[in-house]
């Protein structure tokens, strides 16, 4: 998710790209040009650009995950509508199924524990243990990430919640360095639904955040974390990481797996 926060630096990089290939094709324009674009189709076809280019500099400098050679034509393409592109960010290539299965993501909880509207993203069962279907969470992952992406890039405002201590501290780690938000602490009710009296902002307009991730959505046993609720009546949208023990009916963009081992809280954070 990392990733996704800084992809707005990204959308800077492909225009400086876009730049830099624009202006050497502009010396070669001839007389039958067209004015309004400065771009002929003609001057452009015999220079076709053979750079590769990425969303985010720390994407860019893992080979693994460069994006495929395009023209200057498609670059600008893709920067006017990213929404219209399969994977403009190319999140696809920041996770693969084999990354979910080392971070342990297909352990889910006990059978006795499981909740009925979970079955469709289990595999089966195994020493009275789900397992995950990773085929199925691989894909719920990637359109978590590219929703993210095209959030972060709009520069929205991101929450981060949870309240496992056992990984909060990673989680405000990677807010901070995303420059987003994060609530690892005792939630109070009302802060969606009640602002006025929560944070006392009578006489001044408080700003909800656009999306709220949560990287796990158990507070207790069988009880599910306040602000869930909340972000669905305030309209907001959810990202959050559903185990085989809670009700993903509420979240807006389901990630079905293990929320409760570190391995796997490292690679959502990642």
Known sequence: MTHCMKIWNGGKTAWNVYRSIQAPLTKTHNNFCTPTTNLHISCLKPAQSHRKYSTAENVAQDAKTQNREISALELEHLLEQPLKHEDFFGVKDLVTVEDLFKARVHYGHKLGSRNENMKEYLFGCRLDVDIFDLDKTIVHMHTALNFLAHMAFREAIILFI?????????????????????????????????????????????????????????????????????????????????????????????????????????????
């Not at 309240?163 to 009710?189: L, S």
């Not at 046993?221 to 993903?248: C, F, L, R, W, Y």
């Open 162 to 270: 949870t309240k496992n201590p056992i990984y909060a501290h990673k989680v405000e780690t990677m807010a901070k360095e995303c420059g987003q938000y994060a609530q690892t602490r005792f939630w109070h009710n009302g802060c969606f639904t009640n602002t006025e009296s929560v944070f006392n902002t009578f006489t001044w307009k408080l700003r909800l955040p656009d999306v709220c991730v949560f990287l796990s959505l158990d507070d207790r046993v069988n009880s599910q974390h306040e602000a869930i609720n909340e972000a669905a009546k305030m309209g907001i949208s959810t990202v959050g990481v559903v185990d085989s023990n809670v009700n993903p009916t509420l979240i807006t963009y389901p990630i079905p797996g293990n929320d409760d081992s570190i391995p796997s809280a490292e690679l959502y954070c990642r």
